[in-house]
């Protein structure tokens, strides 16, 4: 009794009537006393999204000690992370239909391939026309007039993916030739930081002279971003990067999704290899 009560972390509240108890501390307890039945056959219904830290981190070391006696586990949780982790096989249900059974990264990458294209359908596409009247930005012969998220074959997303790449299009209108703008675009994380900019003139495209209406395509190679929310600023200097022709701050606004479910701890996947010697 005495090892339910400290794997359950509700000892000061163990004398109280159950009656009385949360839903959280209810579900903690009857996990406890399950997981130390030494069943052979284990159901848990979302139990691992209950409790703090401390208490989940209890949870799958007793699960996957169940999992290392032979038990069988079986889990329904939403946590495609920890389904991963834990399962060997994973099973895709949908309003009472089994669609997918099978390893747990290959179900789970077709589930999230439906939740994104669910997405995708009824959300609106990362597009920005800017208004003519729009305040801000420069009086020069040069201005930014749209922004745009597409895939490498031009058809516009209303979210980019970890590791595919994407164009983000940025649309400029000339009254008279410019020579080499220098177009650079910012993009900036949901929570604040500044995560990269990119111009043609650093990256060594040079424009010449342009006129008229054009549109400047900048494709992101096997996207780094981790998944998130990401606002782009357009600004778009002279040919010598000292003048400024145009700014539009806060353009457009676009998610980055990943394929694999992963949730970002940081901002950018940067290419790596490991190596043991």
């Known amino acids: ?41 284990l159901l848990v219904d979302e139990v691992l999204a209950v409790g703090d830290e401390e208490f989940q981190r209890k949870c799958f070391d007793h699960l996957y000690a169940l999992r290392r006696a032979g038990k069988t586990i079986i889990v329904v949780s939403h946590g495609l992370g920890q389904l991963e982790a834990l399962c060997d096989e994973v099973a895709w249900l949908e309003r009472g239909n089994l669609l997918e059974v099978g390893e747990p990264t290959d179900v789970v990458a077709s589930y999230l391939k439906k939740v994104n294209a669910d997405e995708s359908a009824r959300s609106p596409m990362a597009t920005a026309l800017r208004p003519k009247d729009h305040e801000g930005g420069v009086k020069s012969a040069l201005r930014v007039t749209s922004v745009q998220i597409t895939n490498s074959d031009g058809v516009p997303l209303n979210h980019a993916e970890t590791g595919t790449t994407f164009t983000v299009k940025v649309g400029i209108t000339m009254t008279e030739p410019v020579l080499g703008p220098n177009v650079r675009i910012a993009l900036q994380h949901e929570t604040g930081p500044l995560v990269a900019m990119i111009s043609n003139h650093r990256l060594g495209f040079d424009f010449s002279y342009v006129d008229g209406d054009k549109t400047v395509e900048i494709d992101l190679l096997r996207n780094p971003l981790l998944p998130g929310r990401y606002r782009v600023h357009v600004d778009v200097f002279d040919h010598t990067g000292s003048k400024l022709l145009d700014s539009w701050n806060d353009a457009a606004e676009f998610p980055v999704r990943s394929a694999s479910g992963e949730i970002g701890q940081g901002f950018v996947q940067l290419p790596a290899e490991y190596r043991l010697t």
């Open 1 to 41: 009794a005495d090892e339910i009560i400290d794997f359950s972390g509700l000892r000061e509240f163990i004398d109280d009537p159950v009656k009385h108890y949360s839903s959280g501390m209810y579900v903690r307890l009857g996990f406890a006393v399950a997981v130390h039945m030494k069943p052979d056959v």
